[in-house]
């Protein structure tokens, strides 16, 4: 009886940040959709640079979470440039968790605002989440034949010619590496194979559409792709086998003591512009990712692992870039729900914030 209340509790404890990071989702749109309104009679550069701000405080609130919340050791190797650039964010994809080890390099080059994702189309369903993440410059694509690369052509180009700050990450395996899914592992091994590329263990075979339209489409914008190349120690069982990386619900009980994050910053010239070449050397970068993921998790050597090669810095995120944002949100919700008004606004928040964004994404779907 005690054993199973305590395991109760420890599963509980995603509650209280799930509960403020989805609570103050309705406070957040409002405030957004209030400024979206007033924007209209401005110069449009003025409502991206406060929807950016915007978008920093909300991310803010959810990384004290992730990081100060958890107690995560996040441990970075390669050379993260401190300040903000023009970029294409290119990552091996295991877990929901993954979009927030984005923000985690982003809110350390104080590019937080900046973040805009590419992600598959269903996510776009998602109740205000998935309707405010096209508003922020979000681009939802359809997998392999359904691929709409015009479109996404001409919404890269579109924030281009805004100078909308970009930091656009993209996860080229199209799905999530997961070891409990040997089917998928096996025929982007044999895809791979057919193909006459190197067959990769611990990623996915990776797509390059999406990547080739963005670097393409940005080529006199970016001032750099960064290869990123993520590990969640703690992701192997008894036997030595690799286990599925944590969702966001097992992240925030604090079943990850710590992230690996090994970046590479590549100029844009070392890209081939051919989408058949870059097809290659984008199987290239991913060979050196599941080269990193063999040494991290399979090396002979014990002591080798849970650990990419090279120097690395254990970073530590302020809490004066993270607090703020709760209080500020949190305090911003709590008084709105104190009055009767302002928990009838709250609940026709959700409500009709939900539909209008399905009918918005229905109709530019």
């Not at 109740?127 to 890269?156: C, D, T």
């Not at 036997?239 to 619900?249: H, L, N």
């Not at 058949?276 to 290239?284: P, Q």
Request: aromatic share 12%; with cysteine.
């Amino acid at each position: 009886m005690l054993l199973s209340l305590v395991l109760h509790t420890y599963s509980m404890r995603y509650v209280l940040p799930a509960a403020v990071m989805m609570g103050t989702a309705p406070t957040y749109v409002l405030a957004w959709g209030a400024w979206r309104l007033l924007s209209a009679l401005l110069p449009a550069r003025f409502y991206r640079e406060l929807d950016d701000r915007f978008y920093t405080i909300y991310q803010s609130m959810v990384l004290f979470f992730f990081e100060r919340y958890t107690g995560v050791q996040i441990i970075i190797y390669g050379d993260l440039p401190k300040n903000k650039e023009n970029v294409v964010y290119l990552s091996n994809h295991q877990c929901t968790v993954d979009w927030i080890v984005a923000d985690m390099l982003a809110i350390r080059q104080n590019a937080l605002g900046h973040v805009r994702y590419v992600l598959k189309d269903g996510l776009k369903w998602l109740p205000l989440y998935g309707w405010y993440f096209s508003q922020h410059g979000g681009i939802y694509v359809k997998r392999s034949a359904r691929f709409n690369e015009k479109e996404m052509r001409n919404k890269l180009q579109a924030q281009v010619k805004a100078e909308t700050p970009m930091y656009l990450v993209i996860f080229p395996e199209g799905t999530r590496y997961n070891p409990e899914m040997p089917k998928v592992i096996a025929d982007s091994q044999l895809f791979a194979d057919k193909e006459g590329l190197a067959v990769l263990k611990h990623v996915l075979t990776p797509r390059v559409k999406a990547t080739h339209v963005a670097i393409d489409s940005m080529k006199n914008y970016l001032d750099a792709v960064y290869d990123v190349t993520v590990a969640y120690e703690g992701t192997v069982d008894h036997k030595g086998q690799r286990k599925v990386a944590p969702s966001m619900t097992e992240f925030l009980c604090k079943e990850c003591p710590k992230i690996h994050i090994y970046l590479d910053r590549i100029e844009l010239k070392d890209i081939p512009e051919e989408q058949m070449y870059m097809r290659r050397w984008l199987h290239e970068r991913f060979e050196i990712k599941d080269k990193l993921l063999i040494e991290f998790y399979d090396a002979e050597d014990s002591k080798r692992r849970n650990k990419f090669p090279g120097k690395c810095v254990h970073s530590k995120l302020s809490l004066r870039k993270t607090l703020p944002s709760l209080l500020f949100l949190g305090g911003l919700t709590a008084s709105m729900l104190l009055t009767e008004s302002g928990r009838k606004l709250y609940v026709k928040t959700w409500i009709y914030g939900t539909l209008i964004g399905y009918l918005w994404v229905s109709v530019k779907a």
